[in-house]
């Protein structure tokens, strides 16, 4: 009975390591100090996983989609995390003095985007 119990548990921890294995293993460790200005999150780092058309951001335990095919996948939404572009903001308000209904745009994604393209 014990050799069962061991045999059953040995072959759980090594299923679910197979299975877990390819998910950690195409993650790359981003930060804010390698893109400079250009870094679009509100936190310092974090992992971007590239899943065949998924994009997918880790940070604080949490995963986040970075674009449409990740989001449609049920991943948590990026704007939680998305850095709002106030230099872009301060253009558009000296360039549309008037205009009362400008929205904050976002930082750019891109950068992250192609990480895996």
Do not use: H, Q
């Not at 880790?58 to 939404?77: F, I």
């Amino acid at each position: 009975m014990k050799k069962r119990i061991k045999c059953l548990m040995l072959c759980l921890v090594l299923g679910f390591s197979l299975i877990t294995a390819p998910v950690f293993a195409n993650k790359i460790f981003v930060t804010k100090s390698e893109f400079g200005n250009k870094w679009p999150f509100t936190v310092d780092k974090g992992f971007v996983e590239c899943r065949d058309d998924a994009i997918i951001f880790y940070a604080n335990d949490k995963a986040y989609a970075v674009n449409g095919t990740a989001s449609r996948l049920g991943y948590a939404t990026i704007n939680e995390i998305w850095k709002d572009d106030l230099e872009t903001l301060k253009m558009l308000k000296e360039a549309f003095p008037n205009e009362t209904g400008i929205r904050t745009p976002k930082m750019s994604i891109g950068p992250i985007m192609d990480i895996c393209n």
